[in-house]
């Protein structure tokens, strides 16, 4: 049986991985240049408890389940993975009956040891908080990941069990010939058995190709800013608002490599490519962080960025069977807590898929690849024997991260690896820290094109024609070939 | 804590030298000539030079060697010294920790992980260029936004034009020289854009690179958009008032597939803030005394990593005292005096050294440096301690583009009677 999967983003590679398991022909189609592009690469990475969703929902039950599904599944694919807790602010007297409705809602949703808490253990827990904050919420089962690195881990362990990733090849067309799937992408036709329409923000129009009740996805925008990483951690926990009909609201969150994060805005736009930031939304992200961060000094940004959220008009995500089109299945309107739900998401679907076309497990399902420690991880001795064994590791390239050139090549190597610079950074943090590449990027450039065999004036940031170099000097010169 | 085979591994050196930049190569030719033997340079780059290596343009040299000579040649000048002083440099090994005991770590391809205990460590990692993140600055993240000092190296160093259209973001010396270099390379440089009322590079490239190619600098302008979607093809820029935010319809469009940033060099302290070495919030770099002595008994610092100079000349004359400050240093040759403090006042940032020695016995002047905060024409800098002034000298102008510089004399050094030495310019 021929399955094609659209959309290599966390729920589309945790999909594959799933898929995996079983006897059958997959092939994974990404739009863009490689996996983790879309709204997988830019948003808040937290891994939330699942307190958030209205009790009874889609969004409610995946989120639960996947969220505690996640210590083991990023231990055995190699992701990273933390559980530092989070709260949820209280800044006004009418603001605490929030609290309690999300407390209720924490509970019915099954979400462990949630406690409401008041402003003096708030302040010792996280002293850098406001101090006018009244009460909070505090999740002590939310956790963090790194929504790219887990996505790139899912793809990896599936493509080690066969499961074969086609880049740059935008779905735009799907329709069912013959009781077979034709889809119409930008790598030309392709044909499929069963199809698993992963398209993010644009599962919706394909949704509406093959089915008669159309559903509507509104591109949302969120904007974040990253603030360099310091020690000691500025807040220890994920530190949220009371929502909004937008979204949770702005957060104020470490991450796992310790970097500070604020966002996201909430914004809906036209146009779904629209990953632009704007002067008034980093605007708004600064002034609401500041009701959690009082200290907020912008000067430790190192950058900003934004990602767009699918978010269907019904505000629940849509996960199955596409309803009077057998053979094929979706994902629609994963929004947050999309990251959240995506190993659930995919444990569901795929057993769906499974049952309902008697796909057989194989007799053997290879562990994802070991993942080596990154070197800024190291111990000394660790990195005395890594050099030992492979003398690149003895060449740092990003001196920000301490990335090393063993490394980087390793993250090209990579069963879904990198082929871009953009590629490179997400996989190692090379270009990633406060000079944003500025020292690393020419070797990082040169590394990559000896390692795809490619002219360095092919290297792109992130595929399209986002290209570096545009040519020569000889070539600028006139004096070369064009 | 240390394995027992790590510590058999253990290299004592006398002097330590981070970095072979020109600070580093003048501070190891400084330590050798007094007299130390034991001594080693670690150097990140597979070549010694630093950032000369790639500024190709002349005008290096004026000040120290007293003829106008590009940066590798400049640099080759102190290579040769080094070698000639059969000094050990240790090329394409990166420093990974320092710490307040002067035990340092390093790796490189040949050598593997590398432990040292140095007698003296000298910092002189010098500086790295403020990305376009730190300026929150909006827009697309795409392709064709580099710092200067990037697009200088793929074009000077690879080989590689970055684009052909540009516009430049900030008026340092190097967004200054690009401008320059990529125009002579067939780049069309359509404008500087410097978002402060003056330029914050030296003014004979505002001369020689710009006017000199008709390349308009738009002074209290930035970008406000970034457009692009793979590879930027625009951007917009708007003039901005005193507080530097934008005011709504000045915007302009300018067309174009490469954006340039020179908005200022930071000191790359990382090891520095290892161990645990007082930085100075006004230069982002250690607190020095007179002798580049930082916080941390024996830890020197020097050139760009110690305050970012605009000559390089001025690196070399700085890094040769913290050579022989820290060859003193290694040799027992302790100082006996008491400390005062240099402080920034009217119209001063950055005062370095930020500690000056009042010596019991014979005084050396003293090189103190400083950037002005703003433009002053027919100023004074006047040097005050307790109430009393000790020193005054007048100068044409004072930019913050240019760093100010004079030389404390012994008689005014021994007048000091106070804690505090204040440095004011008096409009």
Same mark, same amino acid.
């Given at each position: 049986?021929?399955?094609?999967?659209?959309?290599?983003?966390?729920?589309?590679?945790?999909?594959?991985?799933?898929?995996?398991?079983?006897?059958?022909?997959?092939?994974?189609?990404?739009?863009?240049?490689?996996? !983790?592009?879309?709204?997988?690469?830019?948003?808040?990475?937290?891994?939330? %408890?699942?307190?958030?969703?209205?009790?009874?929902?889609?969004?409610?039950?995946?989120?639960?389940?996947?969220?505690?599904?996640?210590?083991?599944?990023?231990?055995?694919?190699?992701?990273?993975?933390?559980?530092?807790?989070?709260?949820?602010?209280?800044?006004?007297?009418?603001?605490?009956? &929030?609290?309690?409705?999300?407390?209720?809602?924490?509970?019915?949703?099954?979400?462990?040891?949630?406690?409401?808490?008041?402003?003096?253990?708030?302040?010792?827990?996280?002293?850098? &908080? =406001?101090?006018?904050?009244?009460?909070?919420?505090?999740?002590?089962?939310?956790?963090?990941?790194?929504?790219?690195?887990?996505?790139?881990?899912?793809?990896?362990?599936?493509?080690? =069990?066969?499961?074969?990733?086609?880049?740059?090849?935008?779905?735009?067309?799907?329709?069912?010939?013959?009781?077979?799937?034709?889809?119409?992408?930008?790598?030309?036709?392709?044909?499929?058995?069963?199809?698993?329409?992963?398209?993010?923000?644009?599962?919706?129009?394909?949704?509406?190709?093959?089915?008669?009740?159309?559903?509507?996805?509104?591109?949302?925008?969120?904007?974040?800013?990253?603030?360099?990483?310091?020690?000691?951690?500025?807040?220890?926990?994920?530190?949220?608002?009371?929502?909004?009909?937008?979204?949770?609201?702005?957060?104020?969150?470490?991450?796992?490599?310790?970097?500070?994060?604020?966002?996201?805005?909430?914004?809906?736009?036209?146009?779904?490519?629209?990953? !632009?930031?704007?002067?008034?939304?980093?605007?708004?992200?600064?002034?609401?962080?500041?009701?959690?961060?009082?200290?907020? =000094?912008?000067?430790?940004?190192?950058?900003?960025?934004?990602?767009?959220? !699918?978010?269907?008009?019904?505000?629940?995500?849509?996960?199955?069977?596409?309803?009077?089109?057998?053979?094929?299945?979706?994902?629609?309107?994963?929004?947050?807590?999309?990251?959240?739900?995506?190993?659930?998401?995919?444990?569901?679907?795929?057993?769906?898929?499974?049952?309902?076309?008697?796909?057989?497990?194989?007799?053997?399902?290879?562990?994802?690849?070991?993942?080596?420690?990154?070197?800024?991880?190291? &111990?000394?001795?660790?990195?005395?024997?890594?050099?030992?064994?492979?003398?690149?590791?003895?060449?740092?390239?990003?001196?920000?991260?301490?990335?090393?050139?063993?490394?980087?090549?390793? %993250?090209?190597?990579?069963?879904?690896?990198?082929?871009?610079?953009?590629?490179?950074?997400?996989?190692?943090?090379?270009?990633?820290?406060?000079?944003?590449?500025?020292?690393?990027?020419?070797?990082?450039?040169?590394?990559? %094109?000896?390692?795809?065999?490619?002219?360095?004036?092919?290297?792109?940031?992130?595929?399209?024609?986002?290209?570096?170099?545009?040519?020569?000097?000889?070539?600028?010169?006139?004096?070369?070939?064009? | 804590?240390?394995?027992?085979?790590?510590?058999?591994?253990?290299?004592?050196?006398?002097?330590?030298?981070?970095?072979?930049?020109?600070?580093?190569?003048?501070?190891?030719?400084?330590?050798?000539?007094?007299?130390?033997?034991?001594?080693?340079?670690?150097?990140?780059?597979?070549?010694?030079?630093?950032?000369?290596?790639? /500024?190709?343009?002349?005008?290096?040299?004026?000040?120290?060697?007293?003829?106008?000579?590009?940066?590798?040649?400049?640099?080759?000048?102190?290579?040769?010294?080094?070698?000639?002083?059969?000094?050990?440099?240790?090329?394409?090994?990166?420093?990974?920790?320092?710490?307040?005991?002067?035990?340092?770590?390093?790796?490189?391809?040949?050598?593997?992980?590398?432990?040292?205990?140095?007698?003296?460590?000298?910092?002189?990692?010098?500086?790295?260029?403020?990305?376009?993140?730190?300026?929150?600055?909006?827009?697309?993240? /795409?392709?064709?936004?580099?710092?200067?000092?990037?697009?200088?190296?793929?074009?000077?160093?690879?080989?590689?034009?970055?684009?052909?259209?540009?516009?430049?973001?900030?008026?340092?010396?190097?967004?200054?020289?690009?401008?320059?270099?990529?125009?002579?390379?067939?780049?069309?440089?359509?404008?500087?854009?410097?978002?402060?009322?003056?330029?914050?590079?030296?003014?004979?490239?505002?001369?020689?690179?710009?006017?000199?190619?008709?390349?308009?600098?738009?002074?209290?302008?930035?970008?406000?958009?970034?457009?692009?979607?793979?590879?930027?093809?625009?951007?917009?820029?708007?003039?901005?008032?005193?507080?530097?935010?934008?005011?709504?319809?000045?915007?302009?469009?300018?067309?174009?597939?490469?954006?340039?940033?020179?908005?200022?060099?930071?000191?790359?302290?990382?090891?520095?803030?290892?161990?645990?070495?007082?930085?100075?919030?006004?230069?982002?770099?250690?607190?020095?005394?007179?002798?580049?002595?930082?916080?941390?008994?024996?830890?020197?610092? /020097?050139?760009?990593?110690?305050?970012?100079?605009?000559? $390089?000349?001025?690196?070399?004359?700085?890094?040769?005292?913290?050579?022989?400050?820290?060859?003193?240093?290694?040799?027992?040759?302790?100082?006996?005096?008491?400390?005062?403090?240099?402080?920034?006042?009217?119209?001063?940032?950055?005062?370095?050294?930020?500690?000056?020695?009042?010596?019991?016995?014979?005084?050396?002047? $003293?090189?103190?440096?400083?950037?002005?905060?703003?433009?002053?024409?027919?100023?004074?800098?006047?040097?005050?301690?307790?109430?009393?002034?000790?020193?005054?000298?007048?100068?044409?102008?004072?930019?913050?583009?240019?760093?100010?510089?004079?030389?404390?004399?012994?008689?005014?050094?021994?007048?000091?009677?106070?804690?505090?030495?204040? $440095?004011?310019?008096?409009?």
């Amino acid at each position: 049986m021929k399955i094609i999967i659209i959309g290599g983003g966390v729920v589309g590679c945790a999909i594959a991985r799933q898929l995996s398991r079983y006897e059958a022909d997959i092939t994974l189609l990404e739009g863009g240049v490689d996996v !983790a592009e879309g709204a997988s690469k830019a948003n808040s990475a937290i891994v939330h %408890a699942g307190f958030d969703a209205k009790p009874g929902t889609m969004k409610a039950k995946l989120n639960v389940d996947g969220a505690k599904m996640y210590p083991r599944l990023c231990q055995e694919v190699g992701a990273p993975y933390g559980q530092p807790g989070a709260m949820v602010l209280a800044f006004l007297p009418e603001e605490r009956a &929030t609290i309690e409705t999300l407390y209720q809602q924490g509970i019915e949703n099954g979400v462990e040891e949630l406690r409401i808490i008041e402003r003096d253990e708030i302040l010792q827990l996280e002293p850098n &908080t =406001n101090p006018n904050v009244q009460c909070a919420l505090l999740v002590p089962t939310s956790g963090l990941t790194s929504p790219y690195e887990l996505t790139y881990a899912l793809a990896d362990h599936a493509a080690v =069990n066969g499961v074969t990733f086609i880049m740059n090849a935008f779905v735009s067309q799907v329709r069912k010939e013959d009781g077979r799937f034709v889809l119409e992408t930008t790598k030309g036709e392709m044909q499929a058995d069963l199809i698993v329409n992963c398209a993010g923000i644009g599962s919706g129009e394909l949704h509406n190709q093959l089915s008669d009740r159309k559903v509507k996805l509104i591109p949302r925008k969120g904007e974040y800013y990253l603030l360099d990483h310091v020690q000691p951690l500025l807040f220890t926990r994920t530190m949220f608002q009371c929502p909004s009909k937008m979204g949770k609201g702005v957060l104020v969150s470490p991450t796992l490599h310790g970097n500070t994060i604020l966002g996201p805005s909430a914004e809906d736009v036209e146009d779904a490519s629209d990953v !632009a930031t704007t002067a008034q939304a980093l605007a708004m992200v600064n002034e609401r962080s500041r009701m959690t961060w009082p200290g907020l =000094n912008l000067r430790n940004v190192i950058t900003t960025f934004a990602g767009i959220r !699918a978010h269907e008009e019904n505000g629940d995500f849509i996960i199955g069977a596409v309803e009077g089109c057998p053979g094929a299945y979706e994902t629609v309107g994963v929004e947050s807590p999309g990251l959240s739900a995506a190993p659930a998401i995919a444990e569901l679907l795929v057993g769906q898929i499974a049952s309902e076309n008697q796909l057989s497990e194989k007799m053997e399902w290879k562990p994802a690849p070991v993942r080596n420690k990154p070197f800024y991880a190291m &111990t000394l001795e660790e990195r005395v024997e890594a050099v030992k064994e492979n003398a690149d590791y003895g060449a740092i390239v990003c001196r920000c991260e301490q990335v090393t050139e063993a490394e980087i090549r390793a %993250a090209i190597r990579r069963p879904v690896g990198a082929t871009t610079i953009d590629g490179v950074k997400r996989r190692t943090r090379a270009g990633m820290g406060r000079c944003q590449g500025g020292f690393c990027s020419p070797r990082v450039l040169e590394i990559l %094109a000896e390692e795809l065999g490619i002219d360095p004036t092919q290297v792109t940031k992130g595929g399209g024609n986002s290209q570096l170099l545009v040519s020569t000097i000889a070539q600028a010169m006139g004096k070369g070939d064009a | 804590m240390l394995s027992n085979e790590l510590k058999q591994q253990v290299q004592y050196v006398d002097v330590l030298v981070i970095g072979a930049g020109p600070a580093g190569m003048a501070a190891a030719i400084a330590a050798r000539e007094a007299g130390v033997e034991n001594l080693l340079v670690l150097e990140r780059e597979e070549h010694m030079g630093g950032i000369l290596r790639q /500024c190709i343009h002349n005008g290096f040299g004026l000040h120290r060697f007293k003829e106008e000579l590009t940066g590798p040649e400049y640099a080759q000048r102190d290579i040769d010294k080094v070698q000639e002083l059969g000094i050990e440099v240790r090329c394409g090994t990166t420093v990974l920790s320092v710490d307040e005991h002067r035990f340092v770590t390093a790796i490189s391809k040949e050598k593997g992980v590398q432990l040292f205990e140095a007698g003296a460590v000298v910092l002189a990692m010098g500086c790295r260029e403020r990305p376009r993140g730190a300026l929150g600055t909006p827009g697309s993240r /795409c392709a064709g936004v580099y710092s200067a000092g990037t697009a200088q190296k793929f074009v000077n160093l690879e080989g590689y034009m970055p684009g052909k259209r540009v516009v430049i973001l900030g008026s340092g010396d190097i967004g200054l020289i690009m401008a320059r270099r990529m125009t002579l390379q067939g780049a069309k440089v359509l404008a500087c854009v410097e978002i402060m009322p003056y330029s914050g590079g030296l003014n004979r490239n505002i001369v020689q690179c710009l006017e000199d190619y008709d390349i308009p600098l738009l002074l209290s302008h930035t970008v406000v958009d970034i457009e692009g979607k793979d590879r930027l093809s625009g951007i917009t820029i708007a003039e901005v008032d005193e507080k530097r935010n934008p005011i709504p319809g000045t915007e302009q469009h300018f067309d174009c597939d490469t954006l340039l940033l020179s908005v200022g060099l930071i000191p790359e302290n990382e090891l520095t803030q290892q161990a645990g070495v007082e930085l100075s919030p006004a230069t982002q770099g250690a607190v020095v005394d007179d002798n580049l002595q930082t916080s941390k008994e024996g830890i020197f610092a /020097c050139g760009n990593v110690l305050h970012v100079h605009d000559l $390089v000349d001025f690196v070399s004359a700085e890094s040769f005292r913290a050579g022989k400050a820290a060859a003193a240093y290694v040799q027992g040759k302790k100082r006996q005096g008491r400390f005062v403090e240099m402080k920034d006042g009217n119209g001063v940032r950055g005062v370095v050294p930020q500690r000056l020695m009042i010596p019991e016995g014979e005084t050396e002047p $003293v090189q103190v440096m400083f950037r002005p905060a703003a433009v002053y024409e027919n100023a004074t800098v006047v040097l005050t301690a307790g109430g009393k002034e000790i020193m005054r000298q007048r100068k044409r102008i004072f930019t913050p583009g240019e760093m100010a510089e004079l030389t404390l004399k012994p008689e005014a050094i021994r007048q000091i009677e106070s804690d505090t030495v204040t $440095v004011d310019i008096l409009a």
